[in-house]
């Protein structure tokens, strides 16, 4: 199964089944007569909508990155980029740490 297929299940079924289980503890709690018909087509569209939105606008993000090919790395939540510089370590360190974008990130000094 191709990964961006294997996202589009996955965000479907979460979304869909904590949007579905949100609405029925709310029927449940205003006593609403609880109908499993209902229930199934809150997940079903819900779910629906949410892969189709979500999902596009995250391909529609890699793609303007560049990333045209979707693999379980470019879909992955923790993201890593690799890069060549002809600065010094301790060039870089200063540069990274001015940059508003990337000075609030997380970094991890390794050898290379």
């Known amino acids: 199964m191709k ?4 996202l589009y299940i996955k965000t479907f079924l979460w979304t869909g089944v904590l949007y579905g289980t949100i609405m029925a503890a709310f029927d449940w709690a205003v006593h609403d007569e609880f109908l ?3 229930l199934l087509f809150q ?3 819900f779910g629906l909508f949410m892969s189709w939105y979500l ?3 995250h391909k529609r993000r890699l793609k303007k990155m560049g990333i045209t090919e ?3 790395d470019n879909l992955a939540l ?3 980029r690799i890069f060549k510089t002809d600065l010094n370590m301790t060039q870089l360190i200063e540069k990274l740490k001015t ?3 990337i000075a ?3 970094m991890s000094e390794i050898e290379n």
């Open 36 to 38: 499993i018909w209902r």
């Open 70 to 72: 979707f693999t379980d």
């Open 43 to 45: 997940f079903f569209f």
């Open 99 to 101: 940059n508003e974008k």
């Open 78 to 80: 923790k993201q890593t």
């Open 55 to 57: 999902v596009g606008y």
């Open 3 to 6: 990964p961006i297929t294997k």
């Open 104 to 106: 609030g990130l997380e």
